[in-house]
């Protein structure tokens, strides 16, 4: 341990408060020297002992068993029901741009708060979405018809429910799955299996019984 030392500025004002007498003065009171903790060695040494007690390889095997459950079963989309009532309605993906764009020679393509339609700017834009409950026997039979019928490599099947990797290891088909629920709450599905395919320069939902 070490006594904290006056610092600089309080030094510098007592040398300009002018001259002084020196004296003994006498003792007033025990005196005793301040330390300073060092708060990486406190954290090295609690990270130490949390290493000898095997505190970290508990909580390094708890993170990996959690990731490897989100990855195998994601958490599943909130709202959805499997569908009831069919229901057909057209969706505008026009955007308003937050910011002016422009190319690498400074010609602007886009200006802040323009509306834009993806879709008038993709042409050949031709995918199909198959939105699905993977845990649903039938609504899995339905995505993979769907594939068939649309073409495998034009068809996107989506889960909002289910496990991607066990039920890619038996369709052997690709799949994704809607983290979150972005794209269900971008569309505004309500009802699963969903079919989301161009209409022009719209795009048409499609709910469904499977």
Do not use: C, W
Not at 32 to 45: C, G, H, V
């Amino acid at each position: 341990m070490r006594p904290i030392l006056p610092s600089l500025a309080a030094a510098l004002g007592v040398l300009a408060a002018g001259p002084v007498l020196a004296g003994d003065l006498g003792v007033r009171g025990a005196l005793f020297p301040l330390a300073e903790t060092d708060i990486l060695e406190l954290l090295r040494s609690r990270l130490e002992a949390a290493r000898a007690a095997g505190q970290i390889e508990r909580l390094n095997q708890g993170f990996a068993a959690r990731a490897r459950r989100s990855i195998e079963r994601p958490p599943p989309v909130a709202g959805l029901v499997h569908t009831r009532a069919p229901r057909v309605f057209d969706f505008d993906p026009s955007i308003l741009a937050p910011r002016t764009l422009a190319d690498a020679a400074g010609r602007v393509f886009v200006r802040a708060g323009e509306r834009i339609n993806p879709l008038q700017r993709l042409p050949g834009f031709d995918r199909v979405l198959v939105f699905i409950d993977g845990d649903d026997p039938a609504e899995v039979a339905f995505a993979l018809r769907m594939r068939s019928t649309y073409g495998a490599a034009l068809t996107r099947v989506i889960l909002v429910r289910g496990a991607p990797l066990d039920l890619m290891k038996q369709t052997g088909v690709g799949l994704y799955f809607d983290q979150g629920g972005v794209l269900s709450d971008r569309f505004g599905l309500r009802q699963v299996p969903a079919v989301v395919r161009r209409a022009g320069e719209r795009l048409r939902i499609q709910e469904v019984k499977p």
